[in-house]
T-cell receptor, first 115, second 110 residues
Framework: DTGVSQNPRHKITKRGQNVTFRCDPI?????LYWYRQTLGQGPEFLTY????????KSRLLSDRFSAERPKGSFSTLEIQRTEQGDSAMYLC?????????????FGPGTRLTVT | KQEVTQIPAALSVPEGENLVLNCSFT??????LQWFRQDPGKGLTSLLL?????REQTSGRLNASLDKSSGRSTLYIAASQPGDSATYLC?????????FGAGTTVTVRA
């Protein structure tokens, strides 16, 4: 499989619990992005990596959120002390490097429900 | 800050009719524009990518135009089918990230 994969696909958790999502990008892509999509809205940018370096974080990424990309391969997004407002679809994308014209390829997403 | 708007928010057409979906953006300094399809509860499927230097891109029944100076793109879907029912999102790439519109939800009635 040469596409972007995400696990788990669905996660239901209770408020206050910690959750972690994983994203595996396309193997030759060294740029990796996280987006969050709430119901009825388009995805919003959260953060991105070039190789293992986290180069930008959105103000949407509060202190409860942390993302890592050890060794520049897969990435994890952790949410601590989840709140009901964290319920959303978390999307991962990858691309070749550069500001320019390279397309971002998206994974199937992880749907988080906080009860 | 880049703002992306999609009009209309929802559209219902009979099968066979052509679809016209609109996207506007506020900052013309973009690298490219992508149109995506999203089925309920699913991820994003890329439909077309238009580079900033291009005016249009075609794939099968889909045609997308880009007028960067006026901050507009239009996605045309010819001879719509019930299988085209989905939400269509446009996204502009500026800096490193994509900025998305809220989407147009399309229903094609058989």
């Amino acid at each position: 499989d040469t596409g972007v994969s995400q696990n788990p696909r669905h996660k239901i958790t209770k408020r206050g619990q910690n959750v972690t999502f994983r994203c595996d990008p396309i193997s030759e892509h060294n740029r990796l992005y996280w987006y969050r999509q709430t119901l009825g809205q388009g995805p919003e940018f959260l953060t991105y990596f070039q190789n293992e370096a986290q180069l930008e974080k959105s103000r949407l990424l509060s202190d409860r959120f942390s993302a890592e990309r050890p060794k520049g391969s897969f990435s994890t997004l952790e949410i601590q002390r989840t709140e009901q407002g964290d319920s959303a679809m978390y999307l991962c994308a990858s691309s070749l490097p550069g500001r320019g014209s390279y397309e971002q390829y998206f994974g199937p997403g992880t749907r988080l429900t906080v009860t | 800050k880049q703002e992306v708007t999609q009009i209309p928010a929802a559209l219902s057409v009979p099968e066979g009719e052509n679809l016209v979906l609109n996207c506007s953006f506020t900052d013309s300094a973009i690298y490219n524009l992508q149109w995506f399809r999203q089925d309920p509860g699913k991820g994003l499927t890329s439909l077309l990518l238009i580079q900033s230097s291009q005016r249009e891109q075609t794939s099968g029944r889909l045609n997308a135009s880009l007028d960067k100076s006026s901050g507009r793109s239009t996605l045309y879907i010819a001879a719509s089918q019930p299988g085209d029912s989905a939400t269509y999102l446009c996204a502009v790439k500026y800096d490193y990230k994509l900025s998305f519109g809220a989407g147009t939800t399309v229903t094609v009635r058989a």
